[in-house]
T-cell receptor, first 117, second 106 residues
Framework: EPEVTQTPSHQVTQMGQEVILRCVPI?????FYWYRQILGQKVEFLVS????????KSEIFDDQFSVERPDGSNFTLKIRSTKLEDSAMYFCASKRFLIRESNTEAFFGQGTRLTVV | KNEVEQSPQNLTAQEGEFITINCSYS?????LHWLQQHPGGGIVSLFMLSSGKKKHGRLIATINIQEKHSSLHITASHPRDSAVYIC????????FGAGTILRVKS
């Protein structure tokens, strides 16, 4: 069964360092998302990506964050200078979304637990 | 006011009981998702609904678009059903509820 894969599963980084979280969406999917979940809180939307550009982003997704689809398979989230409050579980998701369809199921990766120390 | 409200927040049930988790939302949506999150943190999609009812094994999900309400039912609950169940509404992105922590005791 196709799945979304994320690496690494857990990353510890020092405050101020750059981190890159990697995701491989399902191959025929067209819409990609990053969500995050701070411990004990609900999952929050960060950014959506379609046709090689950001289609929507939240207030959380400030200039410290960027996304990229560098090679047609990977979908990355970069945090330029991590802060303590960036510690969270980061989930990648993808959807197969065709113009004629109203909506399709979202498939989630297992998440990357980012700990900023 | 939260766009997605789930109830209850916590639920403890005895093995075999019938369980209902409710979700109400206040925004226009194209679909509603029920998700399951286990202690390790990974999220699994259970259902995506845009109308009516869906069944998968012991899980049943219903949605009433007019009333902006959905329910997730678990029949003959089992300890392995213990998890966080999350309702998420879908416009162009998912907006998540806070989740319902379910514990099924044997």
């Amino acid at each position: 069964e196709p799945e979304v894969t994320q690496t690494p599963s857990h990353q510890v980084t020092q405050m101020g360092q750059e981190v890159i979280l990697r995701c491989v969406p399902i191959s025929n999917h067209l819409y990609f998302y990053w969500y995050r979940q701070i411990l004990g809180q609900k999952v929050e939307f960060l950014v959506s990506f379609y046709n090689n550009e950001i289609s929507e982003k939240s207030e959380i997704f400030d200039d410290q964050f960027s996304v990229e689809r560098p090679d047609g398979s990977n979908f990355t989230l970069k945090i330029r200078s991590t802060k303590l409050e960036d510690s969270a579980m980061y989930f990648c998701a993808s959807k197969r979304f065709l113009i004629r369809e109203s909506n399709t199921e979202a498939f989630f990766g297992q998440g990357t637990r980012l700990t900023v120390v | 006011k939260n766009e997605v409200e789930q109830s209850p927040q916590n639920l403890t049930a005895q093995e075999g009981e019938f369980i209902t988790i409710n979700c109400s939302y206040s925004v226009g949506i194209s679909a509603l998702h029920w998700l399951q999150q286990h202690p390790g943190g990974g999220i699994v999609s259970l259902f995506m609904l845009s109308s009516g009812k869906k069944k998968h094994g012991r899980l049943i999900a219903t949605i009433n678009i007019q009333e902006k309400h959905s329910s997730l039912h678990i029949t003959a609950s089992h300890p392995r059903d213990s998890a966080v169940y999350i309702c998420a509404v879908d416009g162009n992105k998912l907006v998540f509820g806070a989740g319902t922590i379910l514990r099924v005791k044997s």
